[in-house]
């Protein structure tokens, strides 16, 4: 069997999901293909757009975003993941109304429509929000909205 090159092994990560640059450099990396012929194939594949990082961040974070994350964690994992700031500001917008309704669906979701209103019972609601990557502003409006 041939030896495969490091833009094949990239294809194939590709062709699974999309990947971040810096993604594919760290599994390019673990394989120990030299750093030129990783740096040439990534070149390649972003000249040809089979890998854009801001094409992962839309995908990354609309999925987020469907699963009830809120802003701060989908930050942080692209901020993981490699993701230029830049680049995540323009996908992210802390004041976007949209948050308030994903935060009021994982919500639901995971609470029920019926809201407590002791206080232990909002601190265990306030720590799963704050846990799914929710501001405190937000958490705090539609906590007084539902009770």
């Known amino acids: 069997m041939a030896t495969r090159d490091a833009y ?30 990783i740096e040439a194939a ?3 594949l972003q000249e040809q757009r089979l890998q854009s990082d801001e094409r992962f961040v839309e995908a990354f974070t609309r999925y987020r975003r469907n699963q009830g ?12 993941k490699g993701v230029a700031d830049d680049l995540i ?6 004041d976007d109304a ?27 609601y306030l720590r799963f929000l704050q846990y799914r990557g929710f501001t ?3 958490i705090m409006q539609v906590i007084k909205e539902e009770a």
């Open 136 to 138: 405190l502003p937000q």
């Open 42 to 44: 990534l070149a390649r």
């Open 98 to 124: 949209d948050w308030l309704l994903i935060l009021q669906t994982a919500f639901k979701k995971k609470f029920g429509v019926k809201m407590a209103t002791d206080a232990k019972s909002k601190a265990k």
């Open 8 to 37: 094949h092994v990239a294809l194939d990560l590709l062709a699974r999901r999309e990947h971040t640059r810096t993604e594919l450099l760290q599994k390019l990396s673990r394989k120990n293909f030299p750093e030129t012929e």
């Open 89 to 94: 500001e323009a996908y992210i917008d802390l």
């Open 69 to 80: 994350y809120g802003p701060l964690s989908i930050k942080q994992s692209l901020v993981a």
